[in-house]
């Protein structure tokens, strides 16, 4: 059930982001992958995707529409020329910049109904994440045979 109920409370928090954003007259799509590469640029797309959680193939489209927008830029890997990095642009900047008290205030909103404290949801989360990251890194083989 904790995965049923994952899943469907990360839907709720896009509706929820999507819909205040957009009365706001800031949305912007994929402001989560934004946000993270504003957070942690420059970066690869391999780390992008790893941190967000999301497929190679998910990411290089949400990507796409970003670059499209210029929203994000995309510049050679200095370390590995197979590569690249993905970093924001004042655009992209101004987007997230522009959106982040809506957030805070939804947020805010959500964190008036929890039942717990803030820190003890994000403790959890965290628990979740680190466990899924684990089951994730062990082989399919290694799950079955226990």
């Given at each position: 059930?904790?995965?049923?109920?994952?899943?469907?409370?990360?839907?709720?928090?896009?509706?929820?982001?999507?819909?205040?954003l957009k009365a706001a007259g800031v949305w912007t799509p994929h402001y989560a992958l934004l946000?993270?590469?504003?957070?942690?640029?420059?970066?690869?797309?391999?780390?992008?995707?790893?941190?967000?959680?999301?497929?190679?193939?998910?990411?290089?489209?949400?990507?796409?529409?970003?670059?499209?927008?210029?929203?994000?830029?995309?510049?050679?890997?200095?370390?590995?020329?197979?590569?690249?990095?993905?970093?924001?642009?004042?655009?992209?900047?101004?987007?997230?910049?522009?959106?982040?008290?809506?957030?805070?205030?939804?947020?805010?909103?959500?964190?008036?109904?929890?039942?717990?404290?803030?820190?003890?949801?994000?403790?959890?989360?965290?628990?979740?994440?680190?466990?899924?990251?684990?089951?994730?890194?062990?082989?399919?083989?290694?799950d079955t045979a226990a």
């Amino acid at each position: 059930m904790v995965f049923l109920d994952a899943w469907t409370a990360a839907q709720r928090v896009d509706q929820l982001i999507t819909r205040e954003l957009k009365a706001a007259g800031v949305w912007t799509p994929h402001y989560a992958l934004l946000s993270m590469v504003c957070i942690r640029e420059p970066i690869t797309p391999t780390a992008l995707a790893e941190a967000m959680g999301v497929a190679p193939t998910t990411l290089s489209d949400r990507l796409a529409d970003l670059l499209q927008l210029r929203h994000v830029r995309r510049t050679k890997n200095p370390r590995d020329g197979r590569s690249y990095l993905i970093s924001s642009t004042a655009a992209g900047r101004r987007a997230v910049d522009m959106a982040a008290p809506v957030t805070r205030r939804a947020q805010q909103n959500v964190v008036r109904h929890l039942r717990r404290g803030l820190p003890a949801i994000e403790a959890a989360l965290a628990d979740l994440s680190r466990a899924l990251d684990a089951a994730l890194a062990e082989s399919p083989e290694e799950d079955t045979a226990a």
